[in-house]
C-alpha cells in the first residue's frame, strides 16, 4: 500500500461547481501537510498546507481528519483556471523526514 | 528573489550515456529533494539531503543513480549508462528545512529523453 494516496481522477465539473476530493495517508506519525497544484508540464505550487483546525483561502479549504488519516481539498465556485492536478503530500515531524506526495488527482472544469 | 533553478531545462541522450542534471536551490535552504515524474503519473521521491545529514537515498531505482550536494548549496543528479525508462521530468525542490511545516518549492524540471 502507498503511503498517500489519492484518486487519480479526472473529475470532470462544470464552471462555478463545488468540488471536493481526499488524501489517505497510511502513517500516523505524519504530522505536516500540504496541498500542491500543478499544471500542464509545469512544476508543482504550494496551494496551501493544511492546519488541524482546517483552514480557508478564498474558494479552497482545507481539512484534516486524524482520526480517519486523511485530508481533503475543497474548491467552491469552481473556475475554468482550476483545471490541474492537485497533489498532496505529508512529512513526519522530524528535520530528517522527506515529505511523501500522492499521485496527485486530475480536476478539469469546463464551460 | 531567485527560485531553485534545474539545468538543462531539456535534455536528450542515447542509450548507455550518462549524464548529470544540476539544482540550485534557494539560497539558505538546507533541505534538498530530487523526484522523478513519468508523463501523466505522480511525483516519484529519489533522494533527500538535510543539511550535513546523510541523505536519505532510499527512493533511488537502481545503482545507476547517484547524487551528490557540494556545500550545502548545489546538488547534481547522476544517471549513469541511461535506459529509455529514465525518460521523464527530473525535478529538484528545496524547503528551509527543520522540522515542522515547510514549503517545498520546486525548480521547473529536466526534461530528460533517453533514445
Known amino acids: 500500500r502507498k503511503e498517500v494516496e489519492q484518486d487519480p481522477g479526472p473529475f470532470n465539473v462544470p464552471e462555478g461547481a463545488t468540488v471536493a476530493f481526499n488524501c489517505t495517508y497510511s502513517?500516523?506519525?505524519?504530522?505536516?501537510f500540504f496541498w500542491y497544484r500543478q499544471d500542464c508540464r509545469k512544476e508543482p505550487k504550494l496551494l496551501m498546507s493544511v492546519y488541524s483546525s482546517g483552514n480557508e483561502d478564498g474558494r479552497f479549504t482545507a481539512q484534516l481528519n486524524r482520526a480517519s488519516q486523511y485530508i481533503s481539498l475543497l474548491i467552491r465556485d469552481s473556475k475554468l483556471s482550476d483545471s490541474a492536478t492537485y497533489l498532496c503530500a505529508v512529512k513526519r515531524y522530524s528535520s530528517a523526514s522527506k515529505i511523501i506526495f500522492g499521485s496527485g488527482t486530475r480536476l478539469s472544469i469546463r464551460p | 528573489g531567485a527560485g531553485v533553478s534545474q539545468s538543462p531545462s531539456n535534455k536528450v541522450t542515447e542509450k548507455g550515456k550518462d549524464v548529470e542534471l544540476r539544482c540550485d536551490p534557494i539560497s539558505g535552504h538546507t533541505a534538498l529533494y530530487w523526484y522523478r515524474q513519468r508523463l501523466g503519473q505522480g511525483l516519484e521521491f529519489l533522494i533527500y539531503?538535510?543539511?550535513?545529514?546523510?541523505?536519505?537515498k532510499s527512493g533511488l531505482p537502481s545503482d545507476r543513480f547517484s547524487a551528490e550536494r557540494t556545500g550545502g548549496s548545489v546538488s547534481t543528479l547522476t544517471i549513469q549508462r541511461t535506459q529509455q525508462e529514465d525518460s521523464a521530468v527530473y525535478l529538484c525542490a528545496s524547503s528551509r528545512g527543520g522540522s515542522g511545516t515547510e514549503t517545498q518549492y520546486f525548480g521547473p524540471g529536466t526534461r530528460l529523453l533517453v533514445l
Open positions: 539531503f538535510q543539511g550535513n545529514s546523510a541523505p536519505d
Open positions: 502513517n500516523s506519525a505524519s504530522q505536516s
